[in-house]
């Protein structure tokens, strides 16, 4: 189906929203980490 | 939704939006300055307004992002995206100013140039309490102009949708480069709990609504049981299910469409709007069209066509009344295809 006609010019599609799960759930990780890391540096 | 082109399309809502945002942000400034100078009279008005900028910038960015998972958990909250691009674009500004003032009192008075004594004064890079944060920053601003610079619809039309939103997903790489920025910079020599507790509470609020959103919306696109009859067609809902004038979303083969029902009738199109791809389905029937709940841009039930001037389509659906059930092929029709609208009660 997305390759019917809803692919062209669609960004907020199943893989744009998967790709929306998959950066926060790096983030999510990393940012607090490096929050962490900066703390204890001082 | 454009004829032609226009610099900005001022309404009501926009100036009244811009107006509080403008005034929120003068605001800020100035009760921080007077904070500032009311606790400490001899610090210098270059360190008072570069703080003042960076926390305004920083703080608005929170803002930014929050808005987008909080209108996807809760509609009601679906106004304050409407011109959330002033927001971006306001939260550069602040940046600039906050960069700009800090490379002249940190940069400016050496023999070399400003941006050059910034990228390589401190090159420390393997040290976390002494790392070159400013560069972070430097980055996370050069983001952030690209996004503001290319905010228009202009370049939304000129680069294509998707092109668009990647460029515009940079804001999560500007907003990790500014925790780092704030992180191994003024929380370095700021030890006092505060500021360390407001920006890792503001980290937290930001990083949970993204995941709990995206969870959300992974569940939407689950796969569901649905069996199709013998010409394709699937059965989607009973046909009291959708509120009138409103439409009921479903996952069909991999993409989602809006099936909506008014005036006695049933159309279903694509769930992508054409202009920021926002979400059509969340919208309601205004006027005779549906209209998409992101920033009103129209299209007419049975064509997925927006009314001329307007040249915007959207795919179009099959559509059939089985008793009270709806049942809608998953084959996408071209955008802008007409379809007969199914009849309730025929």
């Known amino acids: 189906m997305a390759a019917a006609g809803l692919a062209v010019g669609d960004a907020m599609t199943r893989p744009l929203r998967r790709r929306h799960l998959v950066v926060w759930a790096v983030l999510a990780v990393v940012l607090p980490l490096l929050f962490a890391l900066g703390l204890l540096a001082r | 939704m454009s004829a032609g082109y226009q610099a900005v399309s001022w309404n009501r809502q926009k100036k009244l939006y811009d107006a509080v945002l403008g005034g929120s942000v ?43 998972p909080l209108a996807r958990l809760d509609p009601r909250l679906l106004p304050l995206l409407y011109n959330r691009r002033h927001l971006g674009v306001t939260t550069f500004l602040l940046g600039l100013a906050h960069g700009s003032l800090a490379l002249f009192q940190f940069h400016a008075l050496g023999d070399v140039h400003p941006l050059v004594s910034l990228l390589t004064s401190n090159t420390r890079f393997s040290s976390l309490a002494g790392f070159p944060f400013q560069q972070l920053g430097f980055a996370a601003v050069g983001i952030l102009f690209l996004m503001a610079a290319t905010s228009h619809d202009f370049w939304l039309n000129q680069l294509s949708p998707p092109v668009w939103k990647r460029l515009h997903m940079g804001v999560y790489v500007a907003y990790g480069l500014l925790v780092a920025h704030v992180t191994l910079g003024v929380l370095q020599d700021e030890t006092h709990p505060l500021l360390a507790g407001l920006l890792g509470l503001g980290m937290a609020l930001v990083l949970a609504l993204h995941v709990a959103a995206a969870i959300r919306e992974t569940r939407l696109d689950r796969p569901q049981d649905r069996r199709a009859d013998a010409s394709g067609f699937v059965d989607v809902c009973a046909a009291d299910e959708i509120p009138e004038n409103r439409a009921r979303i479903v996952c069909l083969s991999g993409e989602r469409v809006a099936v909506f029902r008014y005036d006695g009738r049933v159309s279903a199109v694509s769930n992508v709007c054409r202009h920021q791809n926002g979400p059509l ?66």
């Open chain 2, 26 to 68: 003068v605001t800020y400034l100035a009760l921080f300055v007077g904070v500032s100078f009311w606790r400490d009279p001899h610090a210098t008005a270059e360190t008072v307004l570069i703080r003042a900028f960076g926390t305004a910038a920083i703080l608005l960015l929170h803002v930014v992002l929050v808005i987008g």
């Open chain 2, 281 to 346: 389905g969340e919208g309601k029937i205004v006027d005779g069209c549906i209209t998409c709940p992101w920033h009103g841009y129209q299209y007419l039930p049975e064509t997925g066509a927006s009314p001329p001037p307007f040249t915007e389509k959207v795919s179009t659906f099959d559509v059939r009344i089985v008793g009270d059930r709806v049942l809608v092929h998953p084959q996408p029709q071209p955008p802008g295809t007409r379809i007969e609208p199914a009849v309730l009660g025929a």
